[in-house]
């Protein structure tokens, strides 16, 4: 699948609102990184300052591996679609963070291992039940590495086209660490051993299977490293390639994007292959206590916003960091100038250093 090219965010907006922040009542810089991201969300935008945000979207991903049934996971498959349920029941980790942070939240079923289908059009996008054993076998078929990608491209012209102003990536499924961190391993050049984690919190006997599995799967994955829709469909998964579309989508939209986690981060590497310069609409929520996800900020140059030893996925990270972006984008929009506030500049560099000494 092909994407058209990647317009970066506004860079004459950029140093408009870079500019606009030395105007404000505060002293040069102060506000740290919470400037650069409120010069980020003006530059996404194309304004300064910036709008506020009006609509902001989880999309959780959700999808079975094959790799689950095989002692990979501290939890069986089942809890897949279980937690699903918990989703729509509104009872889940991501339900409480979104309400808190002003988010809605929307699930897509892509290979969820149940022949049931959810309600109110979840599982309108599913490809499959669960993707497969990837330590020895495909994941996927080239056509449903095709319907997956075009499920996730879909889901993301949907939000857009509904009004979503930013948009959050989270994901649910037993197992899918294992083929994420395949995904890291095979694009960073990665051993198996930097790259296994606990996951959900498996024992050491599950975390040597893990790491076998990887180990067999990342020598299925490295012929086929440079070619994006052929690694996902040899060691990805029908929720990683949804994911992998929809953050390219997203950034065709020209829509920013919070990043969550280790899961996420894998779908983002493979985007940026699929869509080169997508990576300039993305930030990265958080820093998972997952070892691959450092080499997944460094792979894509992001700074994780939050560090809060999470590794819970569903967006939890993404959503913790999302008051911050808004935050940001209205100290930018609604701080008073200096002329506004009748403030002298130099009176509060002078306030600064008398501070700092």
Same mark, same amino acid.
């Given at each position: 699948?092909?994407?058209?090219?990647?317009?970066?965010?506004?860079?004459?907006?950029?140093?408009?609102?870079?500019?606009?922040?030395?105007?404000?009542?505060?002293?040069?810089?102060?506000?740290?990184?919470?400037?650069?991201?409120?010069?980020?969300?003006?530059?996404?935008?194309?304004?300064?300052?910036?709008?506020?945000?009006?609509?902001?979207?989880?999309?959780?991903?959700?999808?079975?591996?094959?790799?689950?049934?095989?002692?990979?996971?501290?939890?069986?498959?089942?809890?897949?679609?279980?937690?699903?349920?918990?989703?729509?029941?509104?009872?889940?980790?991501?339900?409480?963070?979104?309400?808190?942070?002003?988010?809605?939240?929307?699930?897509?079923?892509?290979?969820?291992?149940?022949?049931?289908?959810?309600?109110?059009?979840?599982?309108?996008?599913?490809?499959?039940?669960?993707?497969?054993?990837?330590?020895?076998?495909?994941?996927?078929?080239?056509?449903?590495?095709?319907?997956?990608?075009?499920?996730?491209?879909?889901?993301?012209?949907?939000?857009?086209?509904?009004?979503?102003?930013?948009?959050?990536?989270?994901?649910?499924?037993?197992?899918?660490?294992?083929?994420?961190?395949?995904?890291?391993?095979?694009?960073?050049?990665?051993?198996?051993?930097?790259?296994?984690?606990?996951?959900?919190?498996?024992?050491?006997?599950?975390?040597?299977?893990?790491?076998?599995?990887?180990?067999?799967?990342?020598?299925?994955?490295?012929?086929?490293?440079?070619?994006?829709?052929? @690694?996902?469909?040899?060691? /990805?998964? $029908?929720?990683? #390639?949804?994911? &992998?579309?929809? *953050?390219?989508?997203? !950034?065709? %939209?020209?829509?920013?994007?919070?990043?969550?986690?280790?899961?996420?981060?894998?779908?983002?590497?493979?985007?940026?292959?699929?869509?080169?310069?997508?990576?300039?609409?993305?930030?990265?929520?958080?820093?998972?206590?997952?070892?691959?996800?450092?080499?997944?900020?460094?792979?894509?140059?992001?700074?994780?916003?939050?560090? @809060?030893?999470?590794?819970? /996925?569903? $967006?939890?990270? #993404?959503?913790? &960091?999302?008051? *911050?972006?808004?935050? !940001?984008? %209205?100290?930018?929009?609604?701080?008073?100038?200096?002329?506004?506030?009748?403030?002298?500049?130099?009176?509060?560099?002078?306030?600064?250093?008398?501070?700092?000494?």
């Amino acid at each position: 699948m092909e994407f058209p090219p990647i317009v970066a965010p506004d860079e004459d907006v950029a140093m408009a609102a870079a500019a606009r922040q030395t105007r404000l009542t505060k002293p040069l810089g102060s506000l740290g990184r919470l400037e650069e991201l409120g010069c980020w969300l003006a530059a996404c935008q194309g304004v300064c300052p910036p709008r506020p945000l009006g609509r902001r979207r989880v999309v959780v991903f959700a999808g079975d591996h094959g790799v689950a049934r095989h002692g990979v996971s501290a939890y069986p498959p089942e809890v897949t679609a279980q937690m699903v349920g918990n989703f729509l029941a509104g009872g889940a980790a991501v339900n409480v963070l979104a309400a808190a942070a002003g988010a809605t939240v929307r699930v897509v079923d892509l290979a969820v291992d149940t022949d049931d289908l959810f309600p109110g059009g979840v599982s309108e996008h599913r490809v499959r039940r669960s993707s497969g054993r990837i330590d020895i076998e495909d994941a996927l078929s080239d056509d449903e590495v095709h319907a997956a990608l075009s499920a996730g491209r879909a889901v993301a012209d949907q939000e857009v086209d509904s009004g979503a102003d930013l948009l959050i990536a989270g994901e649910m499924g037993i197992g899918n660490t294992t083929a994420a961190s395949v995904l890291i391993a095979a694009l960073t050049g990665a051993e198996p051993v930097a790259v296994v984690g606990r996951g959900t919190g498996v024992d050491d006997a599950g975390w040597m299977r893990k790491t076998a599995c990887i180990r067999d799967a990342l020598r299925r994955a490295r012929p086929v490293t440079r070619r994006p829709a052929s @690694l996902l469909r040899t060691v /990805g998964g $029908a929720d990683l #390639a949804g994911l &992998a579309g929809f *953050l390219a989508q997203a !950034a065709v %939209r020209r829509t920013p994007v919070l990043l969550d986690g280790l899961v996420v981060g894998a779908a983002a590497m493979v985007a940026d292959q699929l869509a080169p310069g997508a990576r300039a609409w993305w930030r990265a929520g958080h820093r998972s206590t997952e070892p691959a996800h450092g080499l997944v900020l460094d792979h894509l140059s992001l700074t994780p916003l939050l560090e @809060l030893d999470l590794r819970l /996925g569903e $967006a939890s990270g #993404a959503l913790a &960091a999302l008051p *911050l972006v808004t935050m !940001a984008g %209205r100290l930018l929009a609604e701080m008073a100038t200096f002329a506004d506030a009748g403030v002298s500049e130099g009176g509060a560099g002078a306030s600064e250093d008398h501070a700092a000494r």
